[in-house]
């Protein structure tokens, strides 16, 4: 049983895999080169002007306080946690990496508590992924101007989410049941 949460747990982090390189987690195409800091420091200076000269009108929260600072209004607009999505992108795929390989020890070596690590890490992984997946559509459903949204094929995300779910349940009953 072991041997087939591996596998699972492989399956599933070669979709996740595939799904960040297919798939567009809310980077511009071409970050890092000069002509795209150019371009973005330019819209960003275009979009400002813009948001300068015409200022629009406060909607929802913001409607009750009409004589709000900007500086209100952007703390009120700013997300919860700022970064979540960055510490995500990269947590994510670490703790499932880490755990895989405590994974592997443990059908390898039949150690509990490797076992118990692997199912830990990958407990810790779903809810970062969660996490992560509650950012992007918080994200794409308020885009931010000159922002781009991020967007993943919705059967990747349902076949990883499945496949996830799966290897997590598997696990939970393999330390549990063969091992305990």
């Known amino acids: 049983m072991a041997i087939v949460v591996l596998v699972l747990w492989a399956f599933t982090a070669m979709a996740g895999i595939y799904m960040l390189v297919t798939g567009n987690p809310g980077r511009a195409a071409g970050?890092?080169?000069?002509?795209?800091?150019?371009?973005?420091?330019s819209s960003a200076?275009?979009?400002?002007?813009?948001?300068a000269a015409s200022r629009p009108e406060p909607t929802g929260r913001n409607a009750r306080d009409v004589w709000a600072p900007p500086s209100l209004v952007a703390a009120r607009q700013?997300?919860?946690v700022p970064g979540l999505r960055s510490v995500a992108e990269f947590a994510h795929?670490?703790?499932?990496?880490?755990?895989?390989?405590c994974w592997l020890g443990f059908t390898l070596v039949h150690a509990r508590i490797l076992g118990w690590i692997g199912f830990g890490l990958s407990a810790a992984t779903v809810c970062l992924g969660l996490g992560w997946f509650a950012a992007n559509s918080r994200a794409a459903k308020h885009p931010a101007?000159?922002?781009?949204?991020?967007?993943?094929?919705r059967r990747l995300?349902?076949?990883?989410?499945s496949g996830a779910a799966l290897t997590i349940?598997?696990?939970?009953?393999t330390a549990l049941l063969l091992h305990g």
Do not use: E, K, N, Y
């Open 45 to 51: 200076a275009v979009g400002a002007a813009a948001g």
């Open 145 to 153: 101007p000159g922002v781009p949204t991020p967007s993943f094929a």
């Open 93 to 101: 795929p670490a703790g499932a990496i880490v755990g895989l390989g």
């Open 31 to 41: 970050v890092g080169s000069p002509a795209a800091a150019a371009a973005a420091r």
């Open 169 to 173: 349940t598997l696990a939970a009953l």
């Open 78 to 80: 700013a997300p919860l």
């Open 157 to 161: 995300v349902a076949l990883h989410g």
